[in-house]
């Protein structure tokens, strides 16, 4: 043996068919001025929240010896309060699971209701995890049809349900990345139709529902046993280092996820942590509403300059069109800015960061327009 490697691809290994050629998901991170493209919330934690978050993990740490609610009791009792409250439909501990972000809230649902021999079914362009979750579960995925403008056409995707059958229907409301909402007759006529297929899950991902011109599709939960809405505190709450997300369902729901979770998969701090942003959330959705203000005036001052740009009721834009978008994203980079080139042939989105790195954006966007002319 002279100690050498033998160096190894990845299509060597023995790994699951239906994982060769796959990437995985990520968005590159580079030194640059300014960076608008993974929606994050671009506002620090106030210091007030960070001391409170220090005293409850302090408080957490003097029993790490231990292993930490597997329930989670306390917490979805508080993510139940924070629902009602904002969602204007009353929930419970019983209808909310919590886990380590909402891609380990979904992983779980296709774990429980996906996986071998069944399928799952989203309305791309979408939300690229929905799939790279339910192959990662074994669950075959199906690219439902969208219109010309983005929105689920119905009718469209009542026929796809009847002719696919599939077992989990995803509903992405604001869509990423186009940030379409998505309207409750339109959950209701899908939903309708995944039931009379088969009886299917249909999970509507609400992750920047906070920051939607319309209300939460919440309370379509009541009476649809098999509906589920899925939440994440990683954009209105601008905890997206703490990856947190939760689900809220009938409570049948929430106990057969439970039969996948792992032991203990929330830590003592991630719950403390938790806790702690909950005590604060009218100032964190006061940032939410500096952000939808910005939103908002980036689809205006786009439109000025030229571009075509989809409504959003999340807190990014979808903006174009480009003959060639690789191009445009790399003139918009060349000028200080990242932006996100999702693969949506001739479009760009760009996340509403601070008044400041939304002018260096629309600044950088005006200069590769007149360069154009």
Same mark, same amino acid.
Request: net charge negative; hydrophobic share 40%.
């Given at each position: 043996?002279?100690?050498?490697? #033998? ?156 002719? #696919? ?36 899950? !249909? ?48 409570? /049948? ?20 942590? /938790? ?17 939808? /203000? ?55 989105? !760009? ?23």
């Amino acid at each position: 043996m002279d100690g050498s490697w #033998h160096v190894t691809g990845i299509d060597d290994l023995p790994i699951r068919d239906e994982l060769r050629g796959q990437s995985p998901y990520g968005a590159p991170q580079l030194d640059v001025p300014v960076r608008l493209n993974t929606n994050e919330n671009p506002y620090p934690l106030p210091e007030p929240l960070v001391q409170r978050i220090t005293e409850r993990v302090r408080e957490a740490a003097r029993n790490l010896n231990r292993y930490p609610d597997r329930e989670a009791v306390e917490l979805r009792t508080e993510l139940a309060k924070y629902l009602t409250r904002s969602a204007g439909h009353e929930v419970g501990t019983a209808n909310v699971w919590a886990a380590n972000g909402s891609n380990e809230v979904l992983q779980q649902l296709l774990q429980t209701f996906g996986g071998p021999g069944r399928t799952a079914i989203g309305f791309e362009p979408s939300y690229s995890m929905h799939g790279l979750i339910a192959r990662g579960t074994g669950t075959a995925w199906i690219s439902g049809p969208r219109g010309d403008d983005f929105a689920i056409d119905v009718e469209a995707s009542v026929a796809a349900i009847a002719g #696919h059958r599939p077992h989990v229907v995803f509903i992405t409301s604001p869509n990423n990345p186009t940030g379409t909402a998505v309207g409750a007759g339109t959950v209701r006529a899908l939903y309708e139709a995944a039931q009379a297929a088969r009886p299917s899950l !249909v999970i509507v991902d609400e992750a920047y529902g906070e920051f939607s011109h319309h209300p939460s599709l919440l309370p379509l939960i009541e009476g649809r046993p098999n509906l589920v809405v899925s939440r994440t505190m990683s954009k209105a709450f601008g905890a997206a280092g703490l990856r947190l997300g939760y689900l809220a369902a009938d409570p /049948a729901v929430v106990d057969a996820v439970q039969l996948v979770r792992l032991p203990y998969h929330l830590s003592s701090v991630t719950q403390a942590t /938790a806790l702690a942003a909950l005590e604060y959330t009218d100032t964190l959705l006061g940032y939410v509403e500096q952000l939808k /203000a910005e939103r908002d005036r980036l689809v205006t001052e786009l439109r000025a300059i030229g571009c075509e740009v989809s409504d959003s009721d999340a807190n990014f834009v979808q903006f174009g069109r480009f003959e060639d978008s690789h191009t445009a994203w790399q003139a918009i980079l060349d000028r200080g800015v990242l932006v996100r080139d999702n693969g949506v042939p001739g479009w760009l989105r !760009v996340s509403a960061g601070t008044p400041a790195e939304n002018d260096a954006f629309l600044e950088a966007v005006r200069a590769m327009k007149k360069e154009d002319r």
